[in-house]
């Protein structure tokens, strides 16, 4: 198994205020990059919001393949906005790429 960093893109149509953001970043708290080297090294952020409505999530994620990886993120993902009050038409995710693996020595 391999811990991959698998960044999503998205953008929120309508407004994701402080508290909206909040919930997404609990909802995701156990896929927070910080646990990995290089999510510590480059200081990943979970969620990042630009001022147009696009973000980021940043996920950590074990798998055995990268496409395994990424589908992995791409339904927590889908399932953080979920649960705070987004669907795919509110703010429809970008396909997930991976951002770095992390391989423990």
């Known amino acids: 198994m391999t811990t991959f960093v ?6 929120f149509l309508r407004t994701a205020d402080a508290g909206t953001r909040a919930q997404v970043a609990l909802h995701l708290r156990g896929v927070d990059p910080h646990r ?3 999510g510590r090294e480059e200081d990943l952020d979970l969620l990042t919001v630009n001022d147009d409505g ?6 950590e994620v074990t798998a055995d393949a990268s ?3 990424r589908r992995t ?5 889908a399932q953080a906005l979920r649960a705070a009050g987004f669907d795919e038409s509110d703010a429809p995710l ?3 790429s991976v951002t770095g693996i992390d391989n423990p020595a």
């Open 54 to 59: 696009t973000f980021s999530m940043r996920l």
């Open 6 to 11: 698998i960044t999503i893109p998205g953008t």
């Open 36 to 38: 990995t080297e290089l």
């Open 94 to 96: 970008g396909p997930p």
């Open 67 to 69: 496409a395994e990886a």
């Open 73 to 77: 993120a791409g339904d927590l993902a």
